[in-house]
């Protein structure tokens, strides 16, 4: 691709961040409070309008519901257009409620299914109030014994409840069901791999899509052949991207293995993905435990530009012709040239043709945000995973 495609081509990526990450987060040990952390949800918005503010590509923030609960979601999505940005996919909580312990819509008890279905269709209204098109489900859901809940019934009653949702859902919104091989379940998870959310997903009808959470999969998974799968049945409905080096550890993406993101990208480059027309939500996941909220997640997008780069330098030419010749070495090798080019200064350029600083982390250090929300924001933090 020559570089003028691949400046304008990453000059129109769409990385959507969660609200969650820019309220205090922890592990099941410990929650460092930090300073600046948003109140409310209206701050939230703040914050994520801040990363797009110094990014470019960041023009949309993922909802949890109730973590960003207000009483008038329209006053919220007027505040995000008012700060340049748009509320984008609404991810219903069916794993903080005392009645979910032994799951929300795979439990046994048909009254709590019933709550949380409820919980299912509200959220479908508020992402219709926000402006949204994507619903986005995920359940803790499963077991920690065998024997503890039949495996296929639960499977009859996940079924039942996202037949239910999916028919409140109005024909522009998409539903992404996301899985997650274990945690909080240890002996099985009711969606634990792509496989049984494509099965669901193609009972379902042609709004539901699998949501590929990078930190979702056992250790050594080659989540690109998962990728191309999906995207080949038309059935890729985005990504939460993240970092992992041992479980769900929603760090920094990219942090943990690059070369991996890299690997995801060029497949989505090969199916022509990367950008919005595509339709694969780019969204990121994560859980900023220790590190200062919006600095890390501008890092995160810059990750995600930076492989997304790489992957489009990839020659694809010499790569067909080295493939149809059977030439292993050359055609490793043009990924691996690719993969090793330093793509910082051609993001620089992306960053000045949208008239915002090459380098967005100096340049939101030295813009004040920082030190004017911690001075502003005193008393109390919003809900969210470590509230
Ligand atoms: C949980 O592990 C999943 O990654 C969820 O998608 C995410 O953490 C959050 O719960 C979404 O609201
Ligand atoms: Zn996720
Ligand atoms: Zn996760
Ligand atoms: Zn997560």
């Known amino acids: 691709?020559?570089?003028?495609?691949?400046?304008?081509?990453?000059?129109?990526?769409?990385?959507?961040?969660?609200?969650?990450?820019?309220?205090?987060?922890?592990?099941?040990?410990?929650?460092?409070?930090?300073?600046?952390?948003?109140?409310?949800?209206?701050?939230?918005v703040s914050d994520a309008a801040t990363v797009h503010r110094f990014t470019g590509v960041a023009p949309s923030v993922a909802l949890h519901v109730p973590w960003d609960l207000v009483d008038d979601w329209g006053k919220l999505r007027a505040h995000a257009e008012d700060e340049g940005v748009s509320l984008g996919a609404v991810n219903p909580n069916t794993f903080q409620e005392d009645e979910y312990r032994l799951g929300s819509v795979c439990n046994p008890d048909p009254a709590i299914r019933r709550k949380a279905l409820d919980h299912l269709l509200e959220c479908v209204e508020i992402t219709q109030q926000v402006g949204s098109k994507h619903l986005s489900l995920w359940f803790a859901d499963g077991t920690n014994y065998p024997g503890q809940d039949s495996i296929r019934e639960r499977q009859d009653r996940l079924s039942e409840a996202l037949a239910a949702t999916y028919a409140a859902m109005p024909e522009d919104m998409t539903m992404l069901v996301e899985y997650k091989f274990f945690e909080p379940a240890f002996y099985h998870t009711d969606l634990p791999d792509w496989g049984t959310s494509l099965l669901h997903c193609l009972h379902l009808g042609p709004q539901a899509k699998v949501l590929v959470d990078t930190g979702h999969h056992a250790p050594g998974t080659n989540i690109e052949m998962i990728v191309t799968t999906l995207l080949r049945e038309g059935r890729l409905g985005g990504f939460h991207f993240n970092s992992r080096f041992y479980a769900d550890d929603d760090l920094m993406v990219g942090s943990a293995d690059p070369f991996g993101l890299f690997r995801i990208m060029f497949e989505l480059v090969q199916s022509d993905a990367v950008t919005p027309d595509a339709g694969v939500a780019f969204m990121l996941d994560q859980c900023h435990n220790i590190e200062a909220k919006i600095p890390a997640q501008i890092r995160s997008v810059m990750n995600v530009q930076e492989a997304t780069a790489k992957a489009l330098l990839v020659d694809l030419d010499a790569l067909r012709e080295a493939r149809a010749s059977g030439d292993v070495l050359r055609a490793n090798g043009l990924l691996m040239d690719a993969y090793a080019t330093d793509v910082r200064p051609l993001l620089a350029q992306v960053r000045e043709d949208l008239g915002i600083d090459?380098?967005?982390?100096?340049?939101?250090?030295?813009?004040?945000?920082?030190?004017?929300?911690?001075?502003?924001?005193?008393g109390g933090a919003a809900a969210g995973w470590g509230a």
């Open 1 to 44: 691709m020559h570089t003028d495609q691949v400046r304008a081509t990453l000059a129109r990526q769409h990385i959507e961040t969660p609200s969650w990450a820019y309220g205090n987060s922890g592990t099941r040990f410990k929650v460092f409070a930090q300073q600046g952390i948003p109140r409310d949800a209206y701050e939230k």
């Open 358 to 378: 090459p380098d967005p982390l100096a340049a939101y250090a030295a813009s004040g945000y920082q030190q004017r929300i911690e001075s502003e924001r005193v």
